[in-house]
């Protein structure tokens, strides 16, 4: 690197602003390049002492005057640098306006003001606002704002911005319109859109009886596609005032739909800009994973509103207190739609895949992360998903009743603020009387802890006992950590099967949730559990719910895990222990395979599955179809301390192909029965219907490949919905032949026009597995759709190759890594965000075998030479060298 290395910013440097800005007057002027005027309410901060500096956040802007209180300063009155401008002193308060040229038409990276397509939007979380206008770019700097938008009538006939449109007018082929904000928000929230965009209205009633308006807007010709969308929205505010009491606070909800977008969707006060592929479905072309996702994304901005938006962050690192609290409102009220304890089994699944490596890796950081070089890098599974866990852990302590209530009280509290993650846990102490002092370690401890449990029967004295220990593994900078508060949901069945009501002696305390379940609160690095008057040896289920998101080494032998799959009252407990066993036969195959063996499995393996099959008519087909889901690769991966990826994908294939043959004909039988009876639907019914039956092609594949053939040229020809269209796809993805290659032509066909649909059959080919396939990625991406400036394309080739292709990704000769680190410099150009995000599929090289451990290396060692790295790129390939 020629240029000084990025440093990084810690938490406990925070101070309070010396300056607040109170209020924004802006004036957005769009035509070949865009000038931005803002007018600043500048107030001193009375808390900080005076005479202090103003310094103003604003990069790649060209500054064209600016004036203090109506008086132009001149070049000695203050100082500009790339990242922002100083005036050196201030009087308390004041006015400040700023005139700015900035170029959104060559903005690649997707933040500030940028072009997707043919129309302009804004980024402006984390860090975006300051590349619109100087600007104190920090959420503890609350502001009211105007906006006036100006531009060409014909190309941008729609102008957006948060609030109410107050005032609008049109002269020539120009015009303007103002918007106005009332509530006092941080600029990262801010939205502006200008473009012809169609738009689709309804209106949703509040409980008090309001009318609020729904506005999505979308390309034109995709009107109809909004409808699930829209629902959802309504079903989300309706969930948000049942639950939470929550009504919605403005008159409009708008929706713009952004087909180049960083992420998945942006809460903007009033102004959603979502990814398009979180609005836009309809039958034929969505999946139902894609109206799940809607409904999901959908919620999740819309219950931003309260948590996040009208409480906000004081500063960065308190990232989580909105996403986890948002994500946990959100993954409730998903799981009140329909799919229940099946939700929960998939969001531990992803937790798995992709948390617990991160927890593991030179990137692992606590939930409230304590420095940061780019911000943009912790928008994680961390700081998302576990962070969700931990409030998860907080509601199982509380009680829904409690916990409820408490972040009720929270709300009312610090309505319009910018707080802290402890303000939340202090509040949820206080309102509910729990003492949460050792579970703050949640959020300041990295890494995932370890419980190890051992069992012990004494049939004399007739005493069932269990030992369990906890242990957190170090993490980058952190070392010797302390024991933890963990939530730990268990129950007893007796050698029938049936639940034991329950009797236990521990120091530790216990919490009964029913007479046969307990919650039991491990504090100690140490923890006994004394259950007297057992008869005979009890078999326990742990871990229920996943009531915390740790690593459990079972005290079961295979045995015991057959009798829970079969009896274990708790779905999840049961998913688990099934999974549990599917691991450790993947493990033996594994070791087997590394040693020159060829793996074997136990006959009772493929009797417990091919019983869970013989059950496919049952009514919880989702939950059976997480059953008879292997344990993916990544996760077999991550139980080992050196990667042997053929080894790995070896192991999966031979369990996949060992169950395929127990199960058998039978596997058949049920494709058959699992066929469609009627129209499409998107019930929790239908939806565990189609899962099961994918379920079941994935082993047909392996069973039968030239029946499965022609199930899959038969169900792509009927197909009256994606989901079956796209299970045929998929199922015979690996298999190379006349059929796959004549069914993937046709569907390119069908669908080159729409890029969402695309992005599956992108998809399904990077992660295809064959020997050319880095040949077939340079021709994906030679493709008429594909553009290395749309994010969703890049995913849908490279991001999707990274993470679900690992016999691609790890050839031996290392030309998967080098493609891997080929294009990450290459969209570093472009996005920083985006080749940060690819390139983190090299980080854990360490966990390697010797080969690729070099050869991974080899390969961050040239991105971190190539010099001139975004700060997200050099962020993490530093810290993955460090
Ligand atoms: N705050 C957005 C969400 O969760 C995510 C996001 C972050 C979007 C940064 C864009 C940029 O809901
Ligand atoms: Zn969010």
């Given at each position: 690197m020629t240029a000084a290395a990025p440093q990084p910013k810690y938490r406990k440097d925070y101070t309070a602003p010396d300056y607040f800005i109170r209020h924004i007057d802006m004036t957005v002027d769009i035509g070949e390049t865009t000038e931005v005027e803002a007018l600043l309410d500048i107030e001193r901060n009375p808390d900080r002492p005076s005479g202090q500096p103003l310094q103003l956040d604003g990069e790649n802007m060209k500054l064209l005057s600016i004036e203090l209180d109506g008086k132009f300063l001149t070049e000695a009155d203050f100082e500009v640098h790339a990242k922002g401008l100083n005036i050196p002193s201030l009087p308390d308060r004041c006015q400040l306006r700023t005139r700015v040229v900035i170029d959104p038409h060559n903005n690649t990276a997707l933040e500030g003001l940028y072009r997707s397509g043919d129309i302009l939007c804004t980024q402006c979380e984390a860090e975006g606002f300051r590349h619109i206008t100087y600007y104190l770019?920090?959420?503890?700097v609350m502001a009211s704002f105007r906006t006036t938008i100006k531009a060409d009538r014909s190309t941008y006939p729609v102008l957006l911005s948060n609030g109410n449109p107050i005032a609008e007018d049109a002269e020539g082929d120009r015009h303007w319109i103002t918007w106005d904000d009332p509530h006092p928000k941080p600029c990262y929230l801010f939205a502006l859109v200008a473009g012809d965009l169609a738009r689709v209205e309804d209106t949703y009633t509040t409980a008090s009886g309001r009318d609020v308006a729904l506005r999505f807007y979308v390309d034109h010709g995709n009107e109809s596609r909004c409808t699930h969308a829209m629902q959802s929205l309504k079903a989300a505010m309706a969930w948000d005032e049942r639950v939470y009491g929550l009504e919605y606070d403005l008159d409009v909800y708008m929706v713009v739909a952004v087909s180049a977008f960083n992420m998945g969707a942006m809460e903007n006060k009033g102004l959603n800009l979502f990814n398009d592929r979180f609005v836009l479905a309809d039958d034929t072309s969505a999946t139902d994973e894609d109206y799940i996702h809607i409904e999901d994304v959908i919620g999740h901005e819309y219950f931003h509103n309260y948590t996040g938006n009208r409480v906000t962050l004081r500063d960065w690192f308190q990232l989580s207190l909105k996403e986890s609290l948002t994500v946990f409102r959100e993954q409730s009220f998903s799981a009140d739609q329909g799919l229940g304890a099946v939700k929960r089994i998939g969001e531990v699944r992803q937790l798995r895949r992709v948390q617990f490596p991160e927890d593991a890796s030179p990137m692992a950081h606590p939930v409230?992360?304590?420095?940061?070089?780019?911000?943009?890098?912790?928008?994680?599974p961390t700081v998302y998903e576990k962070g969700a866990q931990v409030i998860g852990m907080m509601h199982t302590i509380l009680g829904d009743a409690a916990f409820v209530h408490a972040v009720q009280e929270y709300l009312e509290k610090f309505d319009g603020q910018a707080v802290t993650i402890e303000d939340f846990v202090a509040t949820l102490e206080q309102s509910s009387g729990q003492d949460l002092q050792q579970f703050r370690l949640w959020y300041s401890q990295a890494g995932t802890p370890r419980l190890t449990v051992t069992e012990h029967y004494d049939a004399d004295a007739q005493v069932y006992e269990l030992v369990i220990k906890q242990h957190v593994p170090d993490t980058p900078g952190q070392k010797n950590k302390q024991p933890m508060h963990i939530p730990l949901v268990l129950g007893l069945l007796d050698d029938s099967g049936q639940p034991v009501s329950l009797d236990i002696e521990t120091a530790a305390e216990v919490t009964p949730q029913s007479p046969t379940q307990a919650l039991v609160h491990l504090r100690e690095t140490e923890t006994t559990l004394r259950f007297p008057n057992r008869p005979s040896r009890p078999v326990v289920s742990l871990l229920r719910g996943f009531s915390a998101p740790v690593k459990l080494d079972l005290p079961h032998d295979k045995s015991d895990l057959h009798f829970l799959v079969r009896h274990d009252v708790d779905p999840f407990s049961r998913w688990d222990a099934g999974q549990t066993l599917l691991l450790r036969a993947a493990l033996e195959a594994e070791q087997a395979l590394r040693a020159g063996n060829a793996p074997a499995f136990d006959e009772a393996l493929g009797e417990t599955f091919s019983a869970l099959l013989e059950t496919a008519g049952s009514d919880d087909q989702a939950l059976l179809a997480e059953m008879l889901a292997l344990p993916g690769e990544t996760y077999i991966a991550e139980q080992l301390d050196v990667v042997d990826p053929d080894a790995v994908v070896g192991a999966y294939q031979a369990l996949r192909q060992y169950l395929a043959g127990a199960m058998g004909e039978h596997l058949k039988a049920a494709y058959e029965a699992l066929r469609p009876g009627g129209a499409y639907r998107i019930d929790a019914g239908s939806i565990g219907r189609r899962r099961l039956q994918r379920q079941v092609m994935d082993y047909l594949a392996a069973y039968d490949p030239d029946a499965l053939a022609g199930y899959c040229w038969q169900q792509y020809d009927k197909a009256d919905n994606m989901t079956d269209t796209i299970g045929a796809l998929a199922a015979i993805n690996d298999l190379p032949g006349d059929t796959r290659e004549q069914l993937f032509a046709d569907f390119e066909q069908r669908w080159r026009e729409n890029h969402l649909v695309m992005d599956k059959w992108l998809r399904l080919q990077s992660t295809a597995r064959r020997d050319d396939i880095l040949e077939r990625l340079e021709q994906l991406m030679q493709h008429p759709i594909f553009s290395l400036r749309n994010p969703n394309r890049v995913r849908a080739v490279i991001g999707a190759f990274t993470v679900d292709n690992m016999p691609g990704l790890h050839r031996i000769d290392g030309s998967g890594y080098r493609f891997v680190a080929d294009y990450t410099l290459k969209i570093d150009q472009l996005n920083g965000q985006l080749s940060a995000r690819l390139v983190?599929?090299?980080?854990?090289?360490?966990?390697?075998e010797p080969q690729r451990r070099q050869l991974m290396r080899a390969e961050l060692e040239r991105i971190q030479q190539a010099?001139?790295?975004s700060s997200n790129l050099y962020e993490i390939v530093s810290k993955s060298l460090a």
């Open positions: 770019d920090r959420p503890d409230r992360p304590e420095s940061y070089i780019e911000m943009n890098n912790f928008y994680t983190s599929c090299l980080t854990r090289w360490r966990r390697y010099g001139n790295l």
